[in-house]
T-cell receptor, first 108, second 114 residues
Framework: KNEVEQSPQNLTAQEGEFITINCSYS?????LHWLQQHPGGGIVSLFM???GKKKHGRLIATINIQEKHSSLHITASHPRDSAVYIC??????????FGTGTSLTVIP | GAGVSQSPRYKVAKRGQDVALRCDPI?????LFWYQQALGQGPEFLTY????????KSGLPSDRFFAERPEGSVSTLKIQRTQQEDSAVYLC????????????FGPGTRLTVT
């Protein structure tokens, strides 16, 4: 069983396209994180959400607590956005559960 | 300021050897997490420290895994009698406080057990 499910697993887009990555979870959470992992392993935290919506540059993250669902949107995608995007949820304790990631490739 | 650092970045161990992986969190960060990431998978939680206290070790896969943070800063993850299934990237992350705060990840240590 996987507490965090992401879709799609793989995504290829043309430069400039609007991209959506979805995350559904099945446990009660205190926060949800969107992470970006580039080849070679480095992980960068993009957003931490407990409600509503956050925006940073071309990235937008939303969360619907009632539906246990979050989305990460990338507007005007660029080849440098190519990476694995991981959704992670923090339980009300200290445990984190991670999705398996969405591998995004943006083609020039 | 400096981010989270981990050492070594790469470690090759023969099956049965003990290994020690080090994490230097961001100065002043109270919370420290260890994760294991197998190839092609998302990270999996191993253990959590708040200062020097190990508050959650439920993710450690066996009693061969041991973590400590004796002075509430640097942490070491030790794996005894390594097995091939221990091959993975071990990630450390720190965050400022106890309540949900953004996590800052280290670059990871890639462990290969031969």
């Amino acid at each position: 069983k996987n507490e965090v499910e992401q879709s799609p697993q793989n995504l290829t887009a043309q430069e400039g396209e609007f991209i959506t990555i979805n995350c559904s979870y099945s446990v009660g959470i205190s926060a949800l994180h969107w992470l970006q992992q580039h080849p070679g392993g480095g992980i960068v935290s993009l957003f931490m959400l407990s409600s509503g919506k956050k925006k940073h540059g071309r990235l937008i993250a939303t969360i619907n607590i009632q539906e246990k669902h979050s989305s990460l949107h990338i507007t005007a995608s660029h080849p440098r956005d190519s990476a694995v995007y991981i959704c992670a949820v923090r339980r009300t304790g200290n445990q984190f559960y991670f999705g398996t990631g969405t591998s995004l490739t943006v083609i020039p | 300021g400096a981010g989270v650092s981990q050492s070594p970045r790469y470690k090759v161990a023969k099956r049965g050897q003990d290994v020690a992986l080090r994490c230097d969190p961001i100065s002043g960060h109270v919370s420290l997490f260890w994760y294991q990431q197998a190839l092609g998978q998302g990270p999996e939680f191993l253990t959590y420290f708040q200062n020097e206290a190990q508050l959650d070790k439920s993710g450690l896969p066996s009693d061969r895994f041991f973590a400590e943070r004796p002075e509430g800063s640097v942490s070491t993850l030790k794996i005894q009698r390594t097995q091939q299934e221990d091959s993975a990237v071990y990630l450390c992350a720190s965050s400022l406080g106890r309540v949900p705060y953004e996590q800052y990840f280290g670059p990871g240590t890639r462990l290969t057990v031969t």
